[in-house]
Structures are given as structure tokens and as C-alpha cells.
């Protein structure tokens, strides 16, 4: 972001500092820039970081599973998922993630969409076309039916002209596909190489 002084704008008694912008941050949250900075000790974890470890071992074994993390804000839940891939940083593993962010709490699969973007390696920068065109082609990649599964993973990734409007159903048989063709990624990327979401 630039500075670019200040503009006396109507209805404003004082003037007004304009700004602008240059390119997004790829610093999405303020522990990533800790991270950066440098972080203390990782001291009083060692037992959680311990249970995401033998859970890791467990899903190398063929036994996948989920485990959340809760704790209040501030109570070191990125600073423990840091230490966990560090942990583990030495494996054969593809990380995803997505996250929940206070100006996205009106977004509908946020985080899932953070996920399917990584996936299919959608930058900031794509517009609709080529989104559609490294979901096609991630979806042949990976053997997913392309028809069952393109339009929903278009609508949720917000591409004009999904081709959902086509298809007659109710909320809930959409909601149901969409949470379908998710599954049908996610297993196909799993097969391939062990995910951590």
C-alpha cells in the first residue's frame, strides 16, 4: 500500500488520507507475521503436538482420521499446527489448508474453497476462464468425473456461468452434490500422495 498524502472530500470536515494499493498480502494473519519475525519457545504443547503426531502415524498406517483443535483466540492453536509441519516437514505429505477469518464469516466454505484453490492451483490473479480450465484439467488429472463434479466446484469457487443454473434441484440436493464432488477431490488427491487438511 502507498501513501498518497491527503484529499479534502465533501461532507468531511477534516481531509481524508488516501492510499493506494499495490498487490495483496500474502501475510494473511497476524501469526504469519510473527512466524516471520520469529517466534519464543514452543513450551507447554508438547502434549498436543505429541497426539497430532501419533495421529499422523496412525493415517500413514491407512487409518485417516480428523482431530480438531479448539482453544480460545490467542490460546496457540497456528502456533502448534506450525510446530506440527515442521514436525513433519521432512515427509512425503501435501498440506492444505484453509481458514477462517473474521471478514469471512458470511462466506459459505470458506475454508473449503482455501482448499480447493490449492488443489487446483488457483492464484489471486485468475479469472473465470482459467479458473474453469485448471478445474477441468485437475479433475481429468485426477480421474473425477468431470460432469458430476465442474459445476458444483465452480459455483463454490464463485465462476460466473457454473452451468449449475441448468440443473433443476432443491438447496439441499445441491448442497448434497457439492459436498459430493468435494469428497470425490479430496479421496482422488489422497490416493495419490498423503493430504493433511
Given at each position: 500500500?502507498?501513501?498518497?498524502?491527503?484529499?479534502?472530500?465533501?461532507?468531511?470536515?477534516?481531509?481524508?488520507?488516501i492510499y493506494q494499493f499495490i498487490?495483496?498480502?500474502?501475510?494473511?494473519?497476524?501469526?504469519?507475521?510473527?512466524?516471520?519475525?520469529?517466534?519464543?519457545?514452543?513450551?507447554?504443547?508438547?502434549?498436543?503436538?505429541?497426539?497430532?503426531?501419533?495421529?499422523?502415524?496412525?493415517?500413514?498406517?491407512?487409518?485417516?482420521?480428523?482431530?480438531?483443535?479448539?482453544?480460545?483466540?490467542?490460546?496457540?492453536?497456528s502456533r502448534l499446527l506450525y510446530?506440527?509441519?515442521?514436525?513433519?516437514?521432512?515427509?512425503?505429505?501435501?498440506?492444505?489448508?484453509?481458514?477462517?477469518?473474521?471478514?469471512?464469516?458470511?462466506?459459505?466454505?470458506?475454508?473449503?474453497?482455501?482448499?480447493?484453490?490449492?488443489?487446483?492451483?488457483?492464484?489471486?490473479?485468475?479469472?473465470?476462464?482459467?479458473?474453469?480450465?485448471?478445474?477441468?484439467?485437475?479433475?481429468?488429472?485426477?480421474?473425477?468425473?468431470?460432469?458430476?463434479?465442474?459445476?458444483?466446484?465452480?459455483?463454490?469457487?464463485?465462476?460466473?456461468?457454473?452451468?449449475?443454473?441448468?440443473?433443476?434441484?432443491?438447496?439441499?440436493?445441491?448442497?448434497?452434490?457439492?459436498?459430493?464432488?468435494?469428497?470425490?477431490?479430496?479421496?482422488?488427491?489422497?490416493?495419490?500422495?498423503?493430504?493433511?487438511?
Amino acid at each position: 500500500m502507498r501513501r498518497w498524502g491527503e484529499k479534502k472530500i465533501k461532507g468531511k470536515a477534516e481531509p481524508v488520507k488516501i492510499y493506494q494499493f499495490i498487490a495483496p498480502s500474502t501475510r494473511r494473519t497476524r501469526f504469519d507475521v510473527s512466524a516471520e519475525r520469529g517466534l519464543t519457545q514452543f513450551v507447554g504443547r508438547e502434549r498436543d503436538l505429541d497426539l497430532l503426531m501419533n495421529g499422523f502415524e496412525r493415517s500413514k498406517e491407512g487409518r485417516g482420521h480428523a482431530i480438531s483443535i479448539v482453544a480460545e483466540a490467542g490460546g496457540g492453536k497456528s502456533r502448534l499446527l506450525y510446530e506440527f509441519r515442521k514436525a513433519v516437514s521432512n515427509e512425503n505429505i501435501t498440506f492444505l489448508e484453509g481458514k477462517c477469518l473474521s471478514y469471512s464469516r458470511g462466506i459459505a466454505y470458506h475454508p473449503i474453497i482455501d482448499i480447493l484453490q490449492s488443489i487446483v492451483n488457483i492464484s489471486e490473479d485468475d479469472d473465470d476462464h482459467e479458473i474453469k480450465e485448471k478445474t477441468s484439467k485437475a479433475l481429468q488429472t485426477l480421474g473425477v468425473d468431470e460432469a458430476s463434479a465442474l459445476p458444483y466446484l465452480l459455483e463454490i469457487l464463485s465462476i460466473k456461468d457454473s452451468g449449475l443454473d441448468t440443473i433443476p434441484m432443491s438447496p439441499e440436493a445441491k448442497r448434497d452434490r457439492t459436498m459430493d464432488a468435494l469428497k470425490q477431490v479430496v479421496l482422488k488427491c489422497a490416493e495419490i500422495r498423503p493430504r493433511l487438511e
